[in-house]
């Protein structure tokens, strides 16, 4: 998929590989035949980041019983991902995406406007991808509160 052309739902989820936390290599198209919750997120461990990690942590078993994969993704090295697990005892896996891959692939790599500041950085965004590969829903621009309601929503949708 050409870099900046926007997807919808109903498309192919690009592949990518990342490495994880998991201490190997994640490529997406190996999880076909279960749901994946493919989420974007600007930086660990700061509060908006580690209030959504948290709602997934302990909804996890909610999750599992849907029989879906929780991936978050950020820009923050494994070293970074391990510290944050640790720190707030994350259960599900974090891939690194330093050079941006997923985040172009995904298009959440986004100029950003803050107090008129302006800057790149990566826009928080939700993608439930389906069994057979293609995106069920999107949420773009997450609001953190509620979404982890909002994402089982759609996967038992």
Not at 7 to 26: Q, Y
Not at 65 to 86: C, M, N, Q, T
Not at 128 to 152: P, Q, T, W, Y
Request: contains cysteine.
């Amino acid at each position: 998929m050409p870099e900046g052309t926007q997807l919808v739902e109903g498309d192919n989820a690009p592949d990518f590989s990342l490495p994880s936390t998991s201490g190997k290599e994640i490529r997406l198209s190996a999880l076909k035949g279960k749901d994946v919750v493919l989420y974007f997120y600007p930086e660990d461990d700061t509060p908006g980041c580690t209030r959504e990690a948290c709602a997934f942590r302990d909804n996890l078993a909610k999750f599992n019983g849907l029989d879906a994969v929780i991936l978050g993704v950020s820009k923050d090295s494994l070293e970074s991902h391990r510290k944050f697990i640790d720190k707030y005892s994350i259960n599900f896996t974090l891939l690194s995406d330093e050079d941006l891959v997923a985040h172009r692939l995904y298009d959440t790599w986004r100029e950003k406007n803050n107090y008129g500041r302006t800057y790149w950085g990566t826009e928080r965004s939700t993608f439930v991808i389906g069994r057979d590969g293609k995106i069920k829903k999107i949420f773009r621009r997450v609001k953190v509160d509620g979404h982890d309601v909002e994402v089982l929503q759609a996967l038992a949708a």
